[in-house]
């Protein structure tokens, strides 16, 4: 009596389709869905800037609302010279921007390569967190004008004061950031380090600094918003030129079109920066997203 046998055989692997994005990589967005993303953007635009000249309209109290013609004409007038002004209180819209972000830079700077080197060791070794981690914490919890008036008292109304409010400030959410994802890497992929031979300097290295980085990316992404949200703080006292100072020195004589033209240009150079910043993780961590 014969038997008849059959043998399972396995299905053949699925190969990549021609022209498909090779495995472990995000596919690019469609171009339908970045134009439908950049119109929806506009619209939003529009609806807020409708939305911005009813309400002026409707309050008609410029010092209350000021209208998005005041602003523009703001813009108009502190970025050129007219009847022998220049800019505001001497220095172009331009130049009191770039001041701000000369000193959120450098003080950012400080506070990302404080806070990087102080989260690795708090990741990296139990007895330093543990005592370090509270004060950290409590810096993370004053308002920036909490510390910044013993900084005037220590270093005078010049620019140092200035730079070590936003460097404390950038500190803290770097620190937090790296010391997390130091602590929480990859064991398995420690160990195996470890077993092949390498020291504690070339885990940290090659091992936990590299699986570390988006969240320490996203830490830095923080505290340059930290820096920025500080940069009016930084300059109530001799801030001019400097946007923050600018806000501060118009805020004096209610002038709110000049208030709302410097929030713009802090906001919208932000943006910028931070699109900056995204630029930079997705070059520098081209692994971060894959499944």
């Known amino acids: ?49 409708a939305l911005w000249e009813v309400a002026a309209r409707v309050t008609r109290n410029p010092t209350f609302i000021p209208p998005p013609s005041a602003v523009w004409h703001q813009l108009v007038e502190t970025s050129s010279t007219h009847d022998g002004r220049r800019g505001y209180s001497g220095h172009l819209l331009i130049e009191h921007l770039g001041v701000s972000l000369r000193r959120i830079l450098v003080g950012s700077a400080i506070g990302i390569g404080a806070g990087l080197v102080l989260g690795v060791v708090m990741g990296s070794v139990a007895w330093i967190r543990v005592v370090v981690e509270p004060v950290v914490t409590f810096i993370r919890a004053l308002p920036p004008l909490a510390y910044f008036s013993l900084f005037i008292i220590w270093f005078g109304i010049d620019e140092t004061p200035k730079i070590w409010l936003l460097s404390i400030a950038a500190m803290p959410p770097v620190a937090v950031a790296a010391a997390a994802a ?22 940290i290295r090659d091992v936990v600094l590299p699986s570390a980085l988006p969240e320490i990316f996203t830490g830095i992404r923080l505290a340059v918003g930290v820096a920025y949200s500080s940069v009016v703080a930084a ?57």
């Open 182 to 203: 130091v602590y929480s890497a990859p064991t398995a992929l420690v160990e195996a380090a470890r077993a092949l031979g390498a020291g504690r300097r070339q885990v």
């Open 235 to 291: 300059e109530t006292i001799n801030g001019v030129p400097g946007i923050g100072g600018m806000i501060r020195d118009a805020q004096r004589y209610s002038q709110t079109d000049v208030v709302v033209l410097g929030l713009f240009a802090i906001g919208l150079s932000g943006l910028l920066i931070d699109a900056l910043l995204r630029t930079a993780e997705n070059r520098l961590i081209p692994w971060r997203g894959r499944a």
């Open 1 to 49: 009596m014969s038997t008849s046998v059959t043998t399972a055989t396995a299905p053949p692997a699925a190969e990549p389709s021609i022209g498909g994005p090779p495995a472990g990589r995000r596919a690019p967005a469609p171009r339908g869905g970045r134009r439908r993303r950049i119109l929806l953007r506009l619209l939003a635009l529009a609806v807020l800037y």
